[in-house]
Protein backbone atom coordinates (compact mmCIF):
# COMPACT_ATOMS: atom_id res chain seq x y z
CA UNK A 1 0.00 0.00 0.00
CA UNK A 2 1.81 3.88 -0.75
CA UNK A 3 0.81 6.64 1.48
CA UNK A 4 2.82 9.50 2.35
CA UNK A 5 4.59 9.64 5.58
CA UNK A 6 3.76 11.87 8.01
CA UNK A 7 6.06 14.97 9.09
CA UNK A 8 7.95 14.09 12.89
CA UNK A 9 10.05 17.17 14.52
CA UNK A 10 13.58 15.78 14.59
CA UNK A 11 13.66 16.47 18.28
CA UNK A 12 10.47 14.06 19.08
CA UNK A 13 12.37 11.78 16.51
CA UNK A 14 15.41 11.72 18.04
CA UNK A 15 13.32 10.92 21.29
CA UNK A 16 11.23 8.38 20.50
CA UNK A 17 13.14 5.13 19.94
CA UNK A 18 12.91 1.65 21.79
CA UNK A 19 15.67 2.44 24.19
CA UNK A 20 13.94 5.76 25.46
CA UNK A 21 10.22 4.77 25.30
CA UNK A 22 11.43 1.19 26.96
CA UNK A 23 13.18 3.35 29.82
CA UNK A 24 9.97 5.48 30.04
CA UNK A 25 7.71 2.42 30.90
CA UNK A 26 9.72 0.90 33.67
CA UNK A 27 9.93 4.44 35.39
CA UNK A 28 6.05 4.42 35.61
CA UNK A 29 5.91 0.59 36.69
CA UNK A 30 8.39 1.60 39.47
CA UNK A 31 6.11 4.68 40.32
CA UNK A 32 2.49 2.95 39.97
CA UNK A 33 4.39 -0.27 42.12
CA UNK A 34 5.77 1.96 45.05
CA UNK A 35 2.23 4.33 44.93
CA UNK A 36 0.58 1.53 45.44
CA UNK A 37 -1.49 3.37 42.31
CA UNK A 38 -4.56 1.23 41.04
CA UNK A 39 -5.30 1.10 37.53
CA UNK A 40 -8.47 2.79 37.53
CA UNK A 41 -6.60 5.90 38.66
CA UNK A 42 -3.99 6.23 35.59
CA UNK A 43 -5.20 7.61 32.65
CA UNK A 44 -4.08 9.07 29.05
CA UNK A 45 -5.19 11.91 27.65
CA UNK A 46 -4.95 13.35 23.92
CA UNK A 47 -6.03 16.29 22.38
CA UNK A 48 -6.86 16.97 18.57
CA UNK A 49 -7.69 20.58 17.04
CA UNK A 50 -9.43 20.36 14.01
CA UNK A 51 -11.37 23.23 11.91
CA UNK A 52 -14.94 23.75 11.63
CA UNK A 53 -16.08 23.80 7.78
CA UNK A 54 -12.96 21.34 7.01
CA UNK A 55 -10.64 23.95 7.09
CA UNK A 56 -8.86 24.52 3.72
CA UNK A 57 -6.53 21.98 2.83
CA UNK A 58 -7.44 20.18 -0.48
CA UNK A 59 -9.47 17.19 0.13
CA UNK A 60 -8.54 14.17 -1.12
CA UNK A 61 -12.37 13.43 -2.51
CA UNK A 62 -12.90 13.24 -6.61
CA UNK A 63 -16.40 14.03 -8.09
CA UNK A 64 -17.87 12.99 -11.45
CA UNK A 65 -18.56 16.44 -13.04
CA UNK A 66 -20.16 16.53 -16.33
CA UNK A 67 -17.89 18.16 -18.75
CA UNK A 68 -18.81 21.40 -20.35
CA UNK A 69 -18.03 24.71 -20.38
CA UNK A 70 -19.16 26.16 -17.28
CA UNK A 71 -17.08 26.03 -13.74
CA UNK A 72 -18.09 23.49 -11.43
CA UNK A 73 -18.53 24.46 -8.16
CA UNK A 74 -18.68 22.38 -4.74
CA UNK A 75 -20.41 24.03 -1.44
CA UNK A 76 -17.92 24.54 0.94
CA UNK A 77 -18.53 26.20 4.52
CA UNK A 78 -16.23 29.21 5.49
CA UNK A 79 -16.21 28.76 9.33
CA UNK A 80 -12.64 28.41 10.00
CA UNK A 81 -12.96 28.56 13.86
CA UNK A 82 -11.11 25.76 15.69
CA UNK A 83 -11.96 23.59 17.82
CA UNK A 84 -10.02 21.26 20.63
CA UNK A 85 -11.68 17.90 21.48
CA UNK A 86 -10.10 15.98 24.58
CA UNK A 87 -10.49 12.34 25.47
CA UNK A 88 -9.50 10.93 28.87
CA UNK A 89 -8.91 6.74 29.50
CA UNK A 90 -8.34 5.11 32.34
CA UNK A 91 -5.61 2.09 32.15
CA UNK A 92 -8.58 0.04 32.65
CA UNK A 93 -10.64 0.96 30.28
CA UNK A 94 -13.20 3.26 31.62
CA UNK A 95 -13.17 6.77 30.26
CA UNK A 96 -15.14 10.20 30.87
CA UNK A 97 -17.38 12.51 28.68
CA UNK A 98 -14.91 13.72 25.80
CA UNK A 99 -14.39 17.67 26.44
CA UNK A 100 -15.08 20.41 23.50
CA UNK A 101 -12.88 23.67 23.78
CA UNK A 102 -14.42 26.29 21.36
CA UNK A 103 -12.68 30.07 21.22
CA UNK A 104 -14.56 32.74 23.28
CA UNK A 105 -13.76 35.18 25.78
CA UNK A 106 -17.21 34.36 27.40
CA UNK A 107 -19.63 31.53 28.07
CA UNK A 108 -23.48 31.16 28.63
CA UNK A 109 -24.17 28.86 31.95
CA UNK A 110 -27.21 27.90 29.71
CA UNK A 111 -24.94 25.98 27.68
CA UNK A 112 -24.29 23.56 30.20
CA UNK A 113 -27.61 22.44 31.01
CA UNK A 114 -27.28 20.13 28.31
CA UNK A 115 -25.90 16.82 31.04
CA UNK A 116 -25.16 16.50 33.95
CA UNK A 117 -21.48 15.61 33.47
CA UNK A 118 -20.93 19.11 32.52
CA UNK A 119 -20.02 21.44 35.02
Known sequence: M???????DPQRC???NKTVVEHH???LQQVVEEKEIPWENIYNMDEKGCQRGGGRKSSP??????????????TQSSNLEL?????????DGS??????VFSGK??????????????
Do not use: M
Not at 95 to 100: D, K, L, Q, S, T
Not at 106 to 119: L, M
Open 83 to 91: VTIIECVSA
Open 25 to 27: FKL
Open 61 to 74: EKYFVPHGRFTKYK
Open 106 to 119: SYHKKWFKAHPDIW
Open 95 to 100: NIAPGF
Open 2 to 8: LGKPAGL
Open 14 to 16: QSF
